[in-house]
């Protein structure tokens, strides 16, 4: 199984790379989200990988990182999902988004990935709610960015001893209210919702 591909970006499409390690080009598909990183990455680009054998063929599906690889795997165990929709889920919302919308049980953000109906999307919250802890965050998003302010105010409130699902349902009203709050003010106000 290949896990991790190291070369150079030899040529993309819409949803594919070829990266060529040693002289042999492998084709990964991947999310708009990988596939932009490796344009803006190239030459030498890293991409982790997932293996999917079936029918006689091997598909490579490259990941920035080991949060995508992760919620990808996570949502190729709910049914009725398969790999192209699972692309398709990280592609409307990206691994942050996709925690944050399972933890809230919010079914109205995941079905704007393209074949996620209401009832996939119920699914997915169902099956992987309980999951949230385990799969990797992303790493993509440093403090001070939007999703690092949000993720810092999860942390904080974890180290407070809240469950990370309780922390992300006292904060995604909160974070809507107050957009440009820092991480501080976010905890501060989560803590005055979870009291009421």
Not at 108 to 135: F, M, P, Q, W
């Amino acid at each position: 199984m290949i896990a991790k591909l190291r070369g150079l970006l030899d040529s993309s499409g819409e949803d594919w790379a070829v990266i060529d390690v040693g002289g042999v080009g492998y084709q990964v598909t991947c999310t708009r989200r990988t596939l932009g990183w490796l344009l803006d990455t190239r030459p030498d680009v890293e991409v982790l990988v997932h293996t999917s054998a079936r029918d006689n063929a091997v598909e490579l599906i490259g990941f920035r990182d080991e949060a995508e690889r992760g919620w990808f795997r996570a949502l190729l165990t709910v049914q009725g999902i398969g790999a192209k929709t699972a692309l398709a889920t990280l592609d409307a919302l990206g691994p942050a988004e996709l925690e944050k919308a399972v933890a809230a049980s919010d079914v109205k953000a995941i079905t704007r990935a393209h074949g996620i109906g209401a009832r996939a999307a119920s699914r997915i919250v169902t099956e992987l709610r309980h999951r949230v802890d385990a799969v990797p965050t992303s790493v993509d998003e440093g403090p001070g960015s939007v999703g690092g302010v949000y993720r810092d105010a999860i942390d904080a409130l974890v180290a407070l001893g809240y469950g990370r699902i309780e922390a992300v349902e006292a904060l995604s009203g909160v974070q809507a209210e107050h957009p440009d709050g820092s991480a501080e003010d976010l905890v501060r106000h989560a803590l005055r919702a979870i009291a009421r």
